[in-house]
Nanobody
Framework: QVQLVESGGGLVQPGGSLRLPCAAS????????MGWYRRAPGKERELVAA???????NYVDSVLGRFTVSRDNAKNTMYLQMNSLKPEDTAVYFC???????????????WGQGTQVTVSS
């Protein structure tokens, strides 16, 4: 089995920063793309940022220039650095990883439990 654990969420004032780590553990041969998603109250889940195993990234337009996604492949960990936070960034943030399993070599998607980010004065 594979577990994804997010942390780092909390309450921050507008203009502030947070860093969200997502650590993957368990039966992992390799990890392809990893991504951060968020679900705001009353809205559908959206992809915020994604990063491939070779470091290519993409972002939703609303966070360009403010958020940075990175990963440490040796630690199977992904990070989301969030700067200049706005109230509209308030959401539950979820980590996703496309994992290649060691025995079957199949690609399987896994999700973390989510971490709440609240931006408010």
């Amino acid at each position: 089995q594979v577990q994804l654990v997010e942390s780092g969420g909390g309450l921050v004032q507008p203009g502030g920063s947070l860093r969200l780590p997502c650590a993957a553990s368990g039966s992992i041969f390799s990890i392809n793309t990893m991504g951060w998603y968020r679900r705001a109250p009353g809205k559908e889940r959206e992809l915020v940022a994604a990063i491939t195993s070779d470091g290519s990234t993409n972002y939703v337009d609303s966070v360009l220039g403010r958020f940075t996604v990175s990963r440490d492949n040796a630690k199977n960990t992904m990070y989301l650095q969030m700067n200049s936070l706005k109230p509209e960034d308030t959401a539950v943030y979820f980590c996703n990883a496309r994992v290649r399993r060691p025995t079957t070599l199949r690609l399987v998607d896994y999700w973390g439990q989510g971490t709440q980010v609240t931006v408010s004065s």
